[in-house]
């Protein structure tokens, strides 16, 4: 899908990274000490093939160069997902500046898979997006063969709007399935349910 103009004229991406506490999670920066954690979760084949671009293998170089770009912040924020009370590195979600608008993005080191912190991390990004810009529409993606991306995807709301292809470092080029949460849904669901 490429974005319709109404959906991104006039739209300001400009967010401060605050820290966010959801429940079990704490998001903030990425930092220093998360490098050697970040490289174990990080070089998976299994969740760079996901993502668009996470190179694997997946190294202490890849680690400082992920946390320079997210200092930089040119392409959006990136958040560090962390365990409340352990700070266990878990893995990394943020807000992207894409040719669509704004769009959601996240990943989970493996040994962490099937406890809902995407979903927990995703509902925390989702109210960032629409409470501190003035976006119409939040973009997400998925590729096609990722049913539990596509089930975080649909527990914050999101509704299906076609499909395209994706460019990944790891597996080229991908069919991905795209998503779109606009500020009235967004609005009406606000006191959703966490899964």
């Known amino acids: 899908m490429v974005a319709e103009a109404d959906d991104t004229d006039g739209e300001s991406y400009a967010i401060d990274c605050p820290v966010l506490v959801t429940e079990r999670l704490v998001l903030r920066a990425p930092r220093e000490s998360d490098i050697e954690q970040l490289v174990v979760l990080a070089e998976n084949r299994h969740v760079a093939e996901m993502l668009a671009r996470m190179p694997h293998p997946y190294g202490e170089a890849e680690a400082r160069a992920f946390l320079a770009m997210t200092a930089s912040r040119r392409a959006g924020i990136a958040y560090a997902l962390t365990l409340a009370g352990t700070e266990t590195f878990v893995g990394c979600a943020g807000l992207n500046t894409t040719d669509r608008g704004l769009e959601l993005g996240y990943w989970i080191g493996e040994p962490y898979w099937k406890r809902g912190y995407a979903t927990e991390a995703a509902h925390a990004l989702v109210d960032l ?56 849904t967004w609005t009406s669901l606000r006191n959703w349910v966490h899964f």
């Open 129 to 184: 997006a629409f409470q501190k810009t003035a976006i119409q529409v939040l973009h997400a993606s998925t590729r096609v063969i990722n049913p539990a991306s596509r089930r975080v995807i649909h527990k914050c709301g999101f509704q299906y709007a076609g499909q395209g292809m994706l460019n990944s470092i790891v597996a080229g080029q991908v069919p991905v399935e795209r998503y779109r949460l606009d500020r009235r």
